[in-house]
T-cell receptor
Framework: KAGVTQTPRYLIKTRGQQVTLSCSPISGHRSVSWYQQTPGQGLQFLFE???????NKGNFPGRFSGRQFSNSRSEMNVSTLELGDSALYLCASTVIAGPNSYEQYFGPGTRLTVT | KNQVEQSPQSLIILEGKNCTLQCNYTVSPFSNLRWYKQDTGRGPVSLTIMTFSENTKSNGRYTATLDADTKQSSLHITASQLSDSASYIC???????????????FGQGTILTVHP
């Protein structure tokens, strides 16, 4: 089974621009979560989508948005980029593995640099 | 506020030695705790997962322990190898599956460096 794929792997943008990142979960997984990882803050939850619906949202400004398509692929968009948005953006594909248990698989991430 | 604190922030050991990483959490109610290994430039990979009723879980040379009463967990690495050099992240889930994936609380991670 193919793992979680994220595109692009690396991206350089300038302040004020907008960016779209893509994530394809493991086949059959319907839950996709997005995280931002920075050296100072560690991993922070952005949002989660399940069956095309946003189910949870973290504490990020409205410049961060996402969506999920019927094939479970997900995109996240960041508008009006700021220098502080430079980070590794990770996507995770999740499936319930049993009572009180789940399996979460992370993609390799997209390294976004804002200059 | 739910928090997960890891210590030490970084650790350097010699190949072949053992080490123990610590994780203290305040997440309540608590469902399960997971340790991830993240190689540089890669996404995290799950090492172990323990529910509140489990005390220990092993995965090869990795052994995680959990004390739900004191809200502490540790990850013990035996006979370290150069490939163990990575960031180790403790993650706590406040609830059971369902809509709780997004409520995971992540520790800052411990950066382990294994020298030959």
């Amino acid at each position: 089974k193919a793992g979680v794929t994220q595109t692009p792997r690396y991206l350089i943008k300038t302040r004020g621009q907008q960016v779209t990142l893509s994530c394809s979960p493991i086949s059959g997984h319907r839950s996709v979560s997005w995280y931002q990882q920075t050296p100072g803050q560690g991993l922070q939850f952005l949002f989660e989508y399940f069956s095309e619906t946003q189910r949870n949202k973290g504490n990020f400004p409205g410049r961060f948005s996402g969506r999920q398509f019927s094939n479970s692929r997900s995109e996240m968009n960041v508008s009006t980029l700021e220098l502080g948005d430079s980070a590794l953006y990770l996507c995770a594909s999740t499936v319930i593995a049993g009572p009180n248990s789940y399996e979460q698989y992370f993609g390799p991430g997209t390294r976004l640099t804002v200059t | 506020k739910n928090q997960v604190e890891q210590s030490p922030q970084s650790l350097i050991i010699l190949e072949g030695k053992n080490c123990t990483l610590q994780c203290n959490y305040t997440v309540s109610p608590f469902s399960n705790l997971r340790w991830y290994k993240q190689d540089t430039g890669r996404g995290p990979v799950s090492l172990t997962i323990m529910t509140f009723s489990e005390n220990t879980k092993s995965n090869g040379r990795y052994t995680a322990t959990l004390d739900a009463d004191t809200k502490q967990s540790s990850l013990h690495i035996t006979a370290s190898q150069l490939s163990d050099s990575a960031s180790y992240i403790c993650v706590v889930s406040p609830g059971a599956g369902g809509t709780s994936y997004g409520k995971l609380t992540f520790g800052q991670g411990t950066i382990l460096t294994v020298h030959p």
